[in-house]
């Protein structure tokens, strides 16, 4: 079992940036893949960006490519997402999950979620 909390969301222009970041209960945190995913109003909730547990494998959904990153401490339990050059359109909910295995970027194949940060970007 993993409980997860993120913070680091806010409101930001177009252009600004954010980092967001995932804390994550357990000792087995290192064994979990993590992902970041995010919901917009009316929209179904999509992929961003996964990770493995060893930090060799990253996946991005085409639309944050160049402009997000996805990275993890195992030390501290903690998964981040770097978002720059942000857009109106990035605004939604996001949210971190964790899943026992491979990293993939399938949403009904992570575990464990959190409650979501919001994230705002201005035009």
């Known amino acids: 079992q993993v409980q997860l909390v993120e913070s680091g969301g806010g409101l930001v222009q177009a252009g600004g940036s954010l980092r967001l970041s995932c804390a994550a209960s357990?000792?087995?945190?290192?064994?979990?893949?993590m992902g970041w995913f995010r919901q917009a109003p009316g929209k179904e909730r999509e992929f961003v960006a996964s990770?493995?547990?060893?930090?060799?494998?990253?996946y991005y959904a085409d639309f944050v490519k160049g402009r997000f990153t996805i990275s993890r401490d195992n030390g501290k339990n903690t998964v981040y997402l770097e978002m720059n050059s942000l857009k109106p359109k990035d605004t939604a909910v996001y949210y971190c999950?964790?899943?026992?295995?491979?990293?993939?970027?399938?949403?009904?194949?992570?575990?464990?979620w959190g409650q979501g940060t919001q994230v705002t970007v201005s035009s």
């Open positions: 990770i493995s547990w060893n930090p060799g494998i990253t």
């Open positions: 999950a964790a899943r026992v295995g491979v990293v993939t970027g399938i949403r009904d194949e992570y575990d464990y």
């Open positions: 357990g000792r087995t945190f290192s064994t979990y893949a």
